[in-house]
């Protein structure tokens, strides 16, 4: 198998690291970069240090702070206007990954028109696009280094999965110190997406030796460090590394795929609002359930880099140990069922087969090591509803 791997061009890594964000546009050649965030990135003051940073250089910045939690088509109708006023040549995504999404999707509409919905999976966007650096204020998402971006259609309600080499950004800083400020149920929702993302990619029929190495690599660090920097959001270390390892499990799963967690959960954003790092959080444990006998060695290779089977452990004992471990990591962060969210039963199961329908036509079950059918989604709902 030849594995396609694509990468950001330019990655500045470590705490402080936004303090290069002058020097960073200068070297990708911009001279009108718009910041793209949200209203509250305005009140942390990351917003003015990067507009003088870029001032200083002797360019012209501007800002658009028009996202939304879960971009929709709607949402990108001021930022598209936004980039033409600007004349921008360069985006830069500050944020979570609304804020980088909104960016990518952005960067592609200004420059080849239509709509997003025009640009949704399974159609590999390769086109032209203004250039976006991520600069992501979450450990989680791993927008930063993916070529993905998740719009909901403001329509339909359908969280639409868009990728190809288009959405990828050219440049990435991952300051961890972005992220101290982080609450802690914010925390447990990017951890455990993150570790979605790493064990996913792990597990994906498109999984390749250069994911795996990422993937792994992100396993590790996030069992070591997920627990601690819930308990104490002031660690710089475990929110160092926590920063890298989101990064590490994004390039994983860029360069492989995820598959039925991710297929799942994007319905359950898009009709109950949920979060998705929450969202995949209550589906994480009754995924790898279902699907664990399709790729157990694989799943048990995941139980022993998160650190809870010995390296002599069966396939079949390490494998159990990591559906277990996934169980104890959503009492322990408090995650909640879809009924004490507050999602109404009957809502919720006139939702099922809808959500089972989006899940499908989104591609991402079909990466799974156990391939789902329709019934089978829909059980799974039922199943983790409460």
């Not at 690291?17 to 305005?42: H, K, N, Y």
């Not at 940073?53 to 001021?78: C, M, R, W």
């Not at 339909?156 to 080499?165: D, S, Y």
């Not at 149920?185 to 999984?207: C, M, P």
Request: with cysteine; aromatic share 6%.
């Amino acid at each position: 198998m030849i594995a396609n791997i694509a990468l950001p061009r330019i990655m500045k890594v470590g705490g402080g690291a936004i303090s290069r964000i002058g020097a960073l546009v200068a070297e990708l050649g911009s001279t009108r970069p718009l910041v793209v965030t949200d209203s509250f990135m305005l009140t942390t003051g990351h917003v003015d240090r990067i507009l003088a940073a870029i001032e200083q250089g002797g360019h012209d910045g501007a800002v658009f702070a028009g996202v939304v939690p879960d971009p929709t088509t709607d949402s990108l109708n001021s930022g598209v206007d936004a980039v033409t006023a600007h004349g921008a040549d360069l985006i830069i995504g500050l944020g979570g990954g609304s804020a980088i999404d909104t960016a990518k999707a952005l960067g592609i509409l200004s420059r080849q028109g239509g709509q997003m919905r025009d640009f949704k999976a399974p159609r590999n966007n390769d086109g032209p696009a203004v250039p976006v650096v991520a600069i992501p204020t979450t450990a989680g998402s791993g927008s930063e280094a993916t070529q993905f971006s998740i719009i909901s259609d403001s329509e339909t309600q359908e969280k639409m999965l868009c990728a190809g080499i288009s959405f990828l950004p050219q440049a990435a800083v991952i300051d961890y110190e972005l992220t101290l400020s982080m609450p802690a149920r914010l925390t447990a929702d990017t951890g455990i997406d993150a570790l979605t993302h790493a064990i996913e990619a792990y597990v994906s029929r498109k999984a390749n030796p250069f994911s795996d190495g990422f993937a792994m690599a992100a396993i590790r660090t996030i069992g070591a460090n997920l627990r601690q920097v819930y308990a104490d959001g002031s660690d710089k270390k475990a929110r160092g590394e926590m920063m890298l390892a989101a990064t590490q499990a994004g390039i994983a799963f860029s360069n492989s795929s995820v598959a039925l967690v991710h297929g799942m959960s994007r319905p359950i954003g898009a009709h109950f609002h949920v979060a998705h790092g929450l969202a995949n959080a209550m589906l994480f444990p009754a995924v790898t359930q279902f699907s664990v006998s399709a790729a157990e060695q694989r799943y048990a290779d995941c139980a022993r880099a998160l650190g809870v089977a010995a390296s002599n452990s069966s396939d079949s004992y390490a494998a159990e140990a990591l559906v277990e471990e996934l169980r104890a990591l959503n009492r322990d962060l408090q995650v909640p069922t879809p009924q004490t969210f507050g999602i109404d039963r009957t809502a919720w199961d006139e939702k099922v087969p809808l959500m089972a329908e989006q899940a499908l036509a989104s591609g991402s079950p079909g990466n799974n090591p156990l391939v789902p059918d329709v019934e089978q989604i829909q059980d799974l709902y039922a199943e983790i509803y409460a």
